[in-house]
Every structure is written in C-alpha cells, then in structure tokens.
C-alpha cells in the first residue's frame, strides 16, 4: 500500500489499475523494497502520458509495521536523561567515561551546497530542536571531547532533539569513526545534487565568498587552492560505499572511479540510520509531495509536531554595494558554457555512475530511507541527463520535461524518467 501510495505522488498514468493480490508476496521490509524496484522498472518504463485510476482491493489492503517512516504512532524517543548526569560521568580530561549519545540524536553531514544549511536553520527555528547556531566540525578534527563538552554545557534540560550539521563530516575517515564510537545510534541526514549543478553552486560560492578560484577545467581532483571545490568530489557514492552498509560487489565497484581501490581500503561499518534526499527535494513546488516529506523527515527525527513549510536559506557574503556585486558575478561560471565542457564530461560520469550505484544498490538496504522512493527514482534518474544539452542553461531543460503534478517525464521518445 505504501508503494501505490508512493506511486500515485510520482506518476499519472491514465487506466493504470494495480491489484495488490498481482504483485509479489514479500517475507521482510528488505525484499519489499526490492520487489517495489523491480515491479515499477518492470511496468512504467513505456508511460509516455499522466497516471491518474490505481485501485487497491480492499481485502488486500495492508499495513507495515517495519518501515521507519510508517505512518504509525511515534515511538517514544530517549531525548536524554532527567536531570543530565553530571559532566564528569561523561568526560573527564581529554577522556570519554560515560555515554554522550543522547547529545547528538541526528546529524546532517553531508554534502556542501546540497541544503544543509537550509535544514540547519530550519531545525534551529523548532522549538523541539535544540541544535546549534553554527557547523559542529570537532568530529573530524579529533576534537570530540570539547564537542562533548560544548553541547553538555549548551544543552538544555527537556524532551529536545538535539541535533549538529558539519557537511564535511561524511567525508572524513575520523568524523565516521568517532561517529561508530560514540554515536552509533544517532540518525543520519545526508544530500545529494546533480554533480554538475553541484559544482557549478559550489564554485560560484567560493567567488561569492572572494576566494580566488583556479580555473574550473583544472580542477579534476582538490589539491591545495582549490578551496576542496573539484570533480572528485562529486562521486558521492564512493562515500556513500565507505559506510560499509552493501557487499561492495564486483559490479558495485565496476561503478566505483579509478581511485576506489585506495578510498575503499577504509570501511566504516556503520549502524546509523539515514535519511537520503535530492536537494531539489527541499524545494519541491508540488504542495502534497512537499508535505509528505515534511511528514516523512518529522517522523525520521520522531518529532511530536506537524513541520511547517521549508524556507530556503541561502549561504555566502551578502553585497548591499551593486557594483561590487556585479564585479563578483564577472568572475562566476555558467558551467553549461562551451569553455567548461571538459569539466562537465567528467562530472556527467560521475552523475551517471552515482546514479546507478544509489538506486541499485543503497537503496535496498534497510537503513536506508528516502521520501517518496518513486518520486526519488525520478530525480535520480534525470542524473543520466546532461543538464545543459543543447548549450543551454540547466534552469531551462526543464522545458524538455513533460511536468505533472507528481513527477516528471521525456517529451519525446518512450523512456520514462
């Protein structure tokens, strides 16, 4: 039932009637997820118009009590003990003595300029959150005592979700082992964007903030200068793969770049939970797919209340002088100009290979959770384009789209996005 429900936000497909008693019989949440893939590749591929009747027979209907984003009434969360233990039970010196768990219950550490400042500010205004005003860093710089400490000190006494945003966090073999050490129970919330798009924001960030930037095409792999803006980057699913949650098969790593055999020497095994969302996600225009994931991420972080709508927070200096801004923009780049197509081919690789790999192999596992897994598919799958084909702007292909209300597809040709 959550399929179709999920089905029915990503598609419109006229005369598309779907019994429940025709589709597979599942023995746990896992093969269930599989099977959904298998049945929606299987039967959606050649839809080429809006979906609109999907009847379920009601002597069918069921209810999962597996799923971490059921519908069910919340679970009672340990938002920490009452009172705090003292801090010396904790941390004594440069020592970890006791259980600092409960001071982290999520974190959101990953990717840069994929909306983690946006979900940073948008927890700080909850009044069921206690998060902090500033990236909580300390994990990837062995500093893990002091962030204890800070956030001990910063905590307040009450049924809050506490949770830290450090973008960089996934990328750092120390942030992930001290995660696996002290908090192996704290929810994950990770980003991701179109590679391309990516590096674009990214770059143009780094200008905005008055770094000077090499030139783009140059910037294959970070080295220092580069200000950790480069191509290499952008393969998030070799981090994703390092979180040790798939079997790393042969043709999990035929999708991996040529530097995986060096990266995947470190595993870091971990049991947290995650939630995954494409950034564009955050902005979706669709009010009812909006609101699911809403409902999805408030029960993912097992929050009491209904979450409002989502501003979009934008980082970076901010130019009140117009001609200074305008002399800033000179030196931004339109990453769909001729002059950074060697950039682009190798970020449309990576887009490709991440792609494949997410949808394949990370979305099956257990742990992993996303909003609207069909609606993701779609977005996902739009990483096979390149967004700036036929020279022009990325923000324009998507008049290349057909657009209903619930998802996106081909204007032309049979395959359905």
């Keep these: 039932s959550l399929f179709l429900r999920n089905l029915k936000l990503a598609f419109d497909v006229p005369m598309l009637t779907i019994q429940l008693d025709e589709f597979p019989k599942a023995e746990n949440t896992s093969e269930t997820k599989n099977l959904v893939r298998e ?61 600092p768990q409960w001071l982290i219950n ?90 391309v798009k990516w590096f674009e924001s990214f770059y143009n960030h780094r200008i905005q903030n008055h770094f000077k930037m090499p030139d783009a095409n140059s910037l294959m792999g970070c080295f220092r200068g580069s200000y950790n803006v480069c191509a290499s980057r952008a393969d998030f699913h070799l981090q994703f793969a390092k979180l040790g949650k798939t079997a790393l098969t042969e043709a999990e790593l035929n999708l991996m770049p040529r530097r995986h055999e060096r990266s995947l020497r470190t595993l870091y095994n971990v049991t947290n939970r995650i939630f995954l969302y494409e950034v564009d996600q955050l902005a979706d225009k ?66 490709k290979d991440a792609s494949r790999w997410i949808l394949e192999y990370f979305l099956p596992v257990e742990s992993v959770v996303v909003s609207n897994e069909i609606y993701f598919h779609t977005l996902l799958a739009n990483w096979e384009l390149d967004p700036c084909e036929d020279g022009g702007s990325y923000k324009k292909t998507a008049s290349r789209l057909n657009c209903t209300t619930y998802g996106c597809y081909l204007a032309h040709g049979n395959s359905s996005l």
């Excluded at 009434?73 to 003990?81: Q, Y």
């Excluded at 005003?133 to 000190?153: A, F, M």
């Excluded at 209904?306 to 130019?319: A, D, Q, S």
Aim: proline letters at 7%.
């Design 286 to 351: 669709n009010q009812e797919r909006a609101k699911n994931f809403r409902g999805d991420l408030q029960r993912y972080l097992y929050l009491r209340n209904e979450l409002p709508l989502m501003p979009w927070f934008k980082p970076g200096r901010k130019h009140n002088n117009t001609s200074l801004q305008v002399k800033v923009d000179e030196n931004k780049i339109d990453i769909c100009s001729e002059d950074f197509k060697t950039i682009r081919e190798v970020l449309m690789k990576s887009a």
């Design 39 to 99: 049945f929606f590749f299987n039967n959606t591929r050649t839809i080429t118009s809006p979906v609109t009747n999907l009847t379920i027979s009601d002597e069918n209907k069921t209810k999962s009590n597996t799923s971490v984003l059921a519908n069910n009434d919340l679970p009672t969360r340990l938002h920490g003990p009452n009172p705090h233990p003292p801090l010396e039970d904790i941390v004594l010196g440069w020592n970890v003595t006791g259980d």
């Design 106 to 195: 999520f974190a959101i550490i990953g990717f840069p300029k994929c909306g983690t400042s946006t979900l940073m500010h948008y927890f700080r205004n909850n009044p069921e959150v206690f998060m902090d005003k500033d990236e909580r860093c300390e994990l990837g710089s062995n500093q893990h005592v002091p962030l204890i400490r800070s956030l001990y000190e910063k905590s307040s006494v009450g049924n809050y979700v506490r949770g830290i945003k450090c973008p960089s966090n996934l990328e750092s073999d120390l942030a992930m082992e001290k995660y696996k050490l002290y908090f192996p129970k704290t929810d994950l919330i990770l980003g991701i964007r179109h590679p």
